[in-house]
Nanobody, 122 residues
């Protein structure tokens, strides 16, 4: 069982930045691929960024060039640096873990955090 705890969400003005963190409670963090997802009210959960166990990254087109995903295996933590935030980035952000390679499909992730709210004001 892997527990994930997100932090770093909040209220920010358009153009601002936030850094989300997701701490995992597992000794084998390095074997998991990690993903950041978000869900806005009335919308489906969507993939934002993912990083494989080997460090390969992938981004949704809507955040490419503005968001950066990274991981620190020594600290069992994955990060999402969000720059140039837009009001349409407003959502609850979730981190998720899966064994094996990266995926953009929420259904392929085994473990989820509780989510952290990100609100971007115009």
């Amino acid at each position: 069982q892997v527990q994930l705890v997100e932090s770093g969400g909040g209220l920010v003005q358009a153009g601002g930045s936030l850094r989300l963190s997701c701490a995992a409670s597992t000794r084998t963090f390095g074997i998991y691929s990690m993903g950041w997802f978000r869900q806005a009210p009335g919308k489906e959960r969507e993939s934002v960024a993912r990083i494989s166990w080997s460090g390969l990254t992938h981004y949704a087109d809507s955040v490419k060039g503005r968001f950066t995903i990274s991981r620190d295996n020594a600290k069992n933590t994955v990060f999402l640096q969000m720059n140039s935030l837009k009001p349409e980035d407003t959502a609850v952000y979730y981190c998720a873990a899966r064994s094996g390679g990266g995926s953009s499909s929420p259904s392929e992730y085994n473990y989820w955090g509780q989510g952290t709210q990100v609100t971007v004001s115009s």
